[in-house]
């Protein structure tokens, strides 16, 4: 039984006796002890008022909670049910915490006709943790708010197993399975998406070049056409084998990237860019055929599109067959530039050098040597 506290008049008033000042004394006493414990240890006056956490009750089977375990964590495993005090009796404000620490589900019980969350009852699963609380009319559980599905996006819920939609559409790093053909792709994200959100960026390293417009079908929610960085439909060899390809959904259709792509063949070097570049470079010798000239012919390394006119540029140095009596280093005229000749893709174009005799120095020879260096900056698709 709870000792009340004595009013002040029992120690103040004037006709307090000697033995009614030590009786008022006393009955602090059995308060304070009532409300604080009698060791004067923290933990016993925390457990004794009830503080959330104040002790410790490890339980792995069919248990009631009491009046006394206001404060308690209680740390369960196993399946069964924990059956809970009335709430008329728990009051507003009792409260302990609970931890599901094994892979089994308890079964929260409410007294009677009380409830918990709305309910009769409520199965409390592995992993799960929160404070059961009385309300003085019913019991609830305060914890962070979970999904209620795996398309359930609202700010601050925490993520379920296997809702991995929500994931997708945050997360640039998801790397999904491929199936399908080389313009039919199949992608498969594992998550088992019932619709693509917008925004949704997913990768994946292709088994075969693309040969045309292509569309993709990502976990079986229908094919979706894809176009470039530049919204044009897929020229052949866009998607690549060698490399991850990047996929974003823009509510519409599927905008794939891809990382430069660089060769290195026997007639130059060559790299394409996502957004259609193509950019050719060579260095070539070419025979001193003329006083005045020398002719040759440069067959990219990659082909640009039709209708691309690449623009050619280029510089000349000159080699002569004996250096005593020929510059090693002939600087060409008109500042080096190789006037190119429009072509369509992936024909060849003719370059014509002039190479200049500078002041002073002795003129060419047939069999001297100019070194050509080219570059042709165009469009691949």
């Not at 000239?293 to 082909?303: D, F, L, N, R």
């Not at 003719?350 to 002041?359: G, L």
Request: net charge negative.
């Amino acid at each position: 039984m709870t000792t009340s506290l004595p009013p002040s008049s029992d120690f103040t008033a004037s006709t307090v006796t000697e033995g009614g000042f030590k009786a008022a004394i006393t009955a602090s006493r059995a308060f304070l002890a009532g409300l604080l414990g009698t060791d004067g240890k923290v933990a016993t006056a925390l457990r004794t008022l009830g503080a959330l956490g104040s002790h410790h009750l490890a339980k792995s089977g069919a248990y009631t909670v009491s009046l006394d375990d206001r404060g308690a964590v209680i740390d369960m495993t196993g399946t069964w049910s924990l059956g809970l005090p009335a709430v008329e009796a728990a009051e507003a404000g009792f409260s302990v915490a609970l931890r599901n620490g094994g892979t089994g589900t308890v079964t929260l019980t409410p007294a009677g006709s009380d409830q918990i969350e709305g309910a009769g009852s409520l199965a409390f699963g592995p992993g799960r943790s929160a404070v059961l609380i009385c309300t003085g009319t019913a019991w609830m559980l305060a914890e962070p708010r979970r999904q209620s599905g795996p398309a359930d996006a609202s700010p601050g819920r925490l993520l379920s197993v296997g809702a991995s939609a929500t994931v997708l559409s945050a997360s640039p790093a998801l790397r999904a399975s491929v199936g399908g053909s080389a313009n039919v792709l199949s992608l498969t994200t594992g998550a088992a998406l019932s619709a693509l959100p917008t925004g949704l960026l997913l990768r994946f390293r292709a088994t075969a070049l693309n040969t045309g417009a292509t569309t993709i079908d990502v976990d079986g929610l229908g094919a979706v056409a894809c176009k470039t960085v530049t919204g044009a439909a897929l020229p052949a060899g866009y998607i690549r084998t060698d490399v991850d390809t990047w996929a974003a959904y823009d509510g519409t259709s599927w905008v794939l990237d891809r990382a430069p792509e660089r060769g290195v063949l026997v007639n130059g070097r060559f790299t394409r860019l996502a957004d259609g570049t193509l950019i050719c470079s060579h260095e070539m010798e070419l025979p001193f055929a003329t006083a005045a000239s020398c002719e040759g012919t440069w067959i990219y390394p990659a082909m640009f599109a039709t209708g691309s006119n690449p623009i050619t540029t280029g510089a000349t140095s000159g080699v002569g067959t004996d250096p005593s009596t020929h510059t090693s280093n002939a600087t060409p005229g008109a500042a080096g530039i190789c006037p190119g000749v429009a072509m369509g893709a992936g024909g060849t174009e003719s370059i014509q050098v002039a190479v200049f005799r500078q002041n002073n120095e002795t003129n060419f020879q047939v069999g001297d040597r100019v070194r050509v260096t080219l570059t042709a900056h165009g469009d691949w698709y």
